[in-house]
């Protein structure tokens, strides 16, 4: 048993006789520590199961469920508190650790910036997104952002509450699913979910001002002369980049987001305006965290605008089955005198996630490749993430033979849909469709 060192009173240094949310202002720290109330962490991330379990546990407490965390529009529902018993089998949990150890975790590496945003499955991606990005997005005392304050305010305004329509388009396979998705904010909403398109949009910017800081150190070494300030900016970021933005006219966020089924149409553009606003205001909290004047052209609302809009357009959804729910489904299957021996420990924590336990993580991607499909009715092939892909990596299957120069095509909606139900839903994407499919079934 390991001693709790919590300094909240009463807890008699194992917890027992507390709330988990008496505790919640320590559960940051559980990773820090490494001890919380005789849950012991294991520096690798071996424990990483019970540290997931406790944070569902933690955030029903608290009164805010994993559907609501992972993107559900059903809004924050207040559950019923932790039963006392669970308090004290999470006391005891040092006695599963046999059984997690049988059952393979990924290890978390936390950011080297010290922000306890971002974990990484490995200290090479931790890396890899630190050079990339998050160095300057990181809001920890390691960020080279020269505001981490007006940075602080970008994140919460990017987290803050928005709507987003997921069109119902899952293309499901057991364990995850992907699919095209059509994000679109209001900001006079009432459902509570976020605006973190504008954080893609910010990763973007960061990218490019790290490369372009990269390319300029390397120019300097190989005794180039550059030609300085924005023009040489310009160059690099013409000649670097494959946006799509530089030709499409309609391609601003503002004018490609799809007009939600509440807001009437003569509401139109007074829409559209409250979009382009809430672009502007965080834009504004970007270029105080990060603004590089050297760099000046991608603080343009045009430009962020357009990065804005290629992710409503192109984002594919992603749908990650809950690794808890992997955990119990592995108890469940067990031996059965093992199954009991576990039962024992986990069962009360099982009772008191309730559903919790199974719902799963979602997102949404922007892949080079899959995002650039073309739609259609009769798809010759499907995006998929299988369990063997790795971060990062998404696959898409072919549905049937594909010959030499024809155009790989996904699925944006369900295609069962009658021919009127998938036209309305593809107006989104703002299209007609005219695959052989609906070329037939046209009224
Ligand atoms: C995810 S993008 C697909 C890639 C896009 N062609 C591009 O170059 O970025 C989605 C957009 O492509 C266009 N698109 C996709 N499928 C289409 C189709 N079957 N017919 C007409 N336009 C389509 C629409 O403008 C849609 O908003």
Redesign the pocket.
């Known amino acids: 048993m390991v001693a709790c060192d919590c300094p909240n009173d009463g807890c008699g240094g194992r917890g027992e006789q507390q709330s988990l949310i008496e505790h919640r202002e320590y559960f940051e720290e559980v990773v820090a520590k490494r001890q919380y109330c005789g849950l012991k962490i294991k520096p690798d991330g071996e424990n990483g199961k019970e540290l997931q379990i406790g944070r569902k546990l933690h955030l029903q407490e608290l009164g805010v469920s994993a559907d609501d965390e992972c993107g559900s529009s059903d809004g924050p529902r207040k559950r019923n508190s932790i039963p006392r018993d669970t308090i004290s089998v999470i006391d005891e949990w040092e006695l599963a650790v046999t059984i997690f150890r049988e059952f393979p975790l990924p290890s978390v590496f936390p950011c080297q910036g010290g922000c306890g945003e971002a974990y990484y499955c490995s200290k090479s991606c931790a890396e890899a997104d630190w050079d990339s990005f998050h160095s300057l997005l990181c809001i920890g005392n390691g960020s080279s952002s020269p505001n981490t304050e007006a940075l602080s305010k970008f994140m919460q305004h990017a987290n803050g509450k928005a709507v987003i329509n997921y069109l119902p388009i899952w293309i499901t396979i057991p364990r995850c699913t992907l699919s095209?998705s059509l994000i679109s904010m209001l900001p006079f909403s009432t459902l509570a979910e976020t605006n973190d398109i504008f954080i893609l949009a910010a990763k973007v910017i960061s990218y490019t001002i790290l490369r372009y800081r990269k390319f300029k150190a390397a120019h300097k070494r190989w005794g180039k002369h550059t030609q300085g300030g924005n023009c040489f900016f310009l160059c690099y970021w013409r000649h670097g980049s494959r946006c799509?933005w530089d030709t499409e006219k309609n391609g601003r966020w503002w004018d490609?987001i799809a007009l939600p089924e509440d807001v009437d149409s003569c509401d139109e553009t007074e829409f559209r305006m409250q979009i382009k606003d809430l672009a502007f205001e965080s834009l504004q909290l970007l270029k105080e965290a990060i603004y590089d004047k050297e760099c000046a052209p991608l603080f343009s609302l045009d430009i962020y605008g357009h990065i804005i809009g290629m992710f409503e357009?192109?984002n594919l959804d992603l749908v990650v089955a809950s690794p808890v729910e992997d955990y119990f489904l592995y108890i469940d299957d067990l031996p059965l005198s093992q199954k009991k021996e576990a039962e024992k420990i986990t069962k009360s924590c099982l009772d008191a996630l309730g559903e919790d336990y199974s719902v799963s993580c979602e997102g949404t991607a922007f892949f080079p490749l899959q995002?650039?499909?073309?739609?259609?009715c009769i798809p010759n092939a499907k995006a998929f993430k299988r369990e063997e892909d790795r971060d990062g990596q998404a696959t898409i299957l072919a549905l049937r033979p594909i010959i030499k120069g024809e155009e790989i095509?996904i699925s944006?909606i369900d295609e069962e849909l009658p021919y009127e139900e998938r036209q309305e839903l593809l107006a989104d994407?703002?299209?007609?469709?005219?695959?052989p499919r609906c070329s037939e079934e046209q009224p």
């Open positions: 095209l799509r490609c357009l192109n995002s650039c499909m073309n739609h259609s095509t944006y994407y703002g299209f007609t469709c005219k695959c």
